[in-house]
């Protein structure tokens, strides 16, 4: 195991709140990335950091931010939640030079 | 096209059953190739990594071609705790310096019944 935590582990939250996910690792790897999981779609990159405050667009950005501001910390922040944005959301880390993706235990966020 | 494709599923074999999964992949410039294990309501485990030659670990087999873009991944004599969500996962490296292109398969449910 990578040494990932998330918190919170489970979030219920109302529609317009803001929201912020935070992923912490111990490992000191590079790469840090956000998932959301969601039936009938697998697995999707939200964003993903390649070093402290270098960060960019995944594939389903809309709605989402990220920060960096430690190697240990990748926060992921939910403007103002929407309906849509109910999920499972994974925060994955990897070191340089290698391949493997290590996952954190997730977050279930539901928006009413 | 989904750039990652795999068997839609879900299996459902009896134990000591013999069990293979297929995935294809849309880019032909992939160029590492896991096998993830997702029980449910949990993480994705790295389960294998899939090299040219295949390799074997166990009762698990991958395999891949790249002439044809496919995976595939074989369990042998099926144990009860085999049941779990296998992903197809496809490294895509786009930019030597900073980030590889990473996707998942949809996944393949396996239940193994007693």
């Known amino acids: 195991d990578a040494g990932i935590t998330q918190s919170p582990r489970h979030k219920v939250t109302e529609t317009g709140t803001p929201v912020t996910l935070r992923c912490h690792q111990t490992e000191n790897h590079r790469y840090m990335y956000w998932y959301r999981q969601d039936p009938g779609h697998g697995l999707r990159l939200i964003h993903y950091?390649?070093?402290?405050?270098?960060?960019d667009k995944g594939e389903v950005s809309d709605g989402y931010s990220v920060s960096r501001s430690k190697t240990e910390d990748f926060l992921l922040t939910l403007e103002s939640a929407t309906s849509s944005q109910t999920s499972v959301y994974f925060c994955?880390?990897?070191?340089?030079?290698?391949?493997?993706?290590?996952f954190g235990p997730g977050t279930r966020l539901t928006v009413l | 096209r989904k750039e990652v494709e795999q068997d839609p599923g879900p299996f459902n074999v009896p134990e000591g059953a013999t069990v293979a999964f297929n995935c294809t992949y849309s880019n032909s410039a992939s160029q590492s190739f896991f096998w993830y294990r997702q029980d449910c309501r949990k993480e994705p485990k790295l389960l294998m990594s899939v090299y040219s030659s295949g390799n074997e670990d166990g009762r698990f087999t991958a395999q891949l071609n790249r002439a044809s873009q496919y995976i595939s991944l074989l369990i042998r004599d099926s144990k009860l705790s085999d049941s779990a969500t296998y992903l197809c996962v496809v490294n895509i490296n786009l930019r030597k310096t900073s980030y590889d292109k990473v996707i998942f398969g949809p996944g393949t449910s396996l239940s193994v019944i007693p």
């Open positions: 950091s390649y070093g402290v405050k270098d960060t």
């Open positions: 994955a880390t990897r070191r340089g030079g290698t391949d493997t993706q290590y």
